[in-house]
């Protein structure tokens, strides 16, 4: 059974900086491309970034410049590095292979001063 095992999260003032981190259980992430979703109280979950297979980075228009992903296929490990972080980046973070694969617990950011 696919399972992805977010972490990372937590408070910070605006401005901050967050690493979030991802394990894939059950699954190669190697072969995959991954992505980063988020959920914000009373929205619907959103894309915000993707890694190809090969490094190959997008981004959501509004967290361009300031979030960067990362993989470690050996480590079966995706990141989420996020700076200049702002009150409205304030959801809960999810990794996956694909959205129709599931989803794990995610992991709580909270901007605020």
């Known amino acids: 059974q696919v399972q992805f095992v977010e972490s990372g999260g937590g408070l910070v003032q605006p401005g901050g900086s967050l690493r979030l981190s991802c394990a894939a259980v059950?699954?190669?992430?190697?072969?995959?491309?991954m992505y980063w979703y988020r959920q914000a109280p009373g929205k619907q979950r959103e894309w915000v970034a993707t890694?190809?297979?090969?490094?190959?980075?997008d981004y959501k228009d509004f967290v361009k410049g300031r979030f960067t992903a990362s993989r470690d296929n050996a480590k079966n490990m995706v990141y989420l590095q996020m700076n200049s972080l702002k009150p409205e980046d304030t959801a809960v973070y999810y990794c996956?292979?694909?959205?129709?694969?599931?989803w794990g617990q995610g992991t709580q950011v909270t901007v605020s001063s």
């Open positions: 890694i190809t297979m090969s490094g190959n980075t």
């Open positions: 059950g699954i190669r992430i190697s072969m995959s491309a």
């Open positions: 996956t292979t694909s959205p129709t694969t599931g």
